[in-house]
T-cell receptor
Framework: KQEVTQIPAALSVPEGENLVLNCSFTDSAIYNLQWFRQDPGKGLTSLLLIQSSQREQTSGRLNASLDKSSGRSTLYIAASQPGDSATYLC???????????FGAGTQVVVTP | GAVVSQHPSRVICKSGTSVKIECRSL??????MFWYRQFPKKSLMLMATSNEGSKATYEQGVEKDKFLINHASLTLSTLTVTSAHPEDSSFYIC????????????FGAGTRLSVL
């Protein structure tokens, strides 16, 4: 069974620093990998989707890499801002129908 | 982007009552919707996959008679928590997969269920 782990569980950085969030998964036979943002008591917002054949995706200040062979993905957020404070979830797509296996998330606080 | 509306956002009920949660895709058709449950500071746990016009597929350990799922149209799926008990208190989130899309899902804002 696919297991997804996110380290660290929580992270606090001063504004302007770059953020590095890690995600690891146990089964390299994935369909895709997604990064989501969740604000307290809210639903999820998709940030980046990486297909299994891709190595990375970029959107603005966000960049996500994928290394299937080592079972790892990293989300980079450049020049962090207080508005980036949220919980970031990594999810592995396990089939073509869209089933996702989520990690427990990394709670990020960016201090002004 | 596409919008998924989930209603209600919060519900408080007495033990033994049933609660219905709706998940609607507002501007796209979704043949597949997913229902998740999230415990505090924990990951989202997939409960079931809901396909329009057919029975839902439940994940191992999820009681299908407890959590009734109906996907009557391409834009609406409902989750009914039957005879709710305090241990059913949780945050429930739905997502809808864009029909014919690149396996992209859009998530509802979630429903906070508190059973007294």
């Amino acid at each position: 069974k696919q297991e997804v782990t996110q380290i660290p569980a929580a992270l606090s950085v001063p504004e302007g620093e770059n953020l590095v969030l890690n995600c690891s998964f146990t089964d390299s036979a994935i369909y895709n990998l997604q990064w989501f943002r969740q604000d307290p008591g809210k639903g999820l917002t998709s940030l980046l989707l990486i297909q299994s054949s891709q190595r990375e995706q970029t959107s603005g200040r966000l960049n996500a890499s994928l290394d299937k062979s080592s079972g790892r993905s990293t989300l980079y957020i450049a020049a962090s801002q207080p508005g980036d404070s949220a919980t970031y979830l990594c999810a592995v797509g396990t089939d073509s129908w869209g089933k996702l296996q989520f990690g427990a998330g990394t709670q990020v606080v960016v201090t002004p | 982007g596409a919008v998924v509306s989930q209603h209600p956002s919060r519900v408080i009920c007495k033990s033994g009552t049933s609660v219905k949660i709706e998940c609607r895709s507002l501007d796209f058709q979704a043949t597949t919707m997913f229902w998740y449950r999230q415990f505090p500071k924990k990951s989202l746990m997939l409960m079931a996959t809901s396909n329009e016009g057919s029975k839902a597929t439940y994940e191992q350990g999820v009681e299908k008679d407890k959590f009734l799922i109906n996907h009557a149209s391409l834009t609406l799926s409902t989750l009914t928590v039957t005879s709710a008990h305090p241990e059913d208190s949780s945050f429930y989130i739905c997502s809808a997969r864009v029909q014919g899309g690149k396996n992209i899902q859009y998530f509802g804002a979630g429903t906070r269920l508190s059973v007294l």
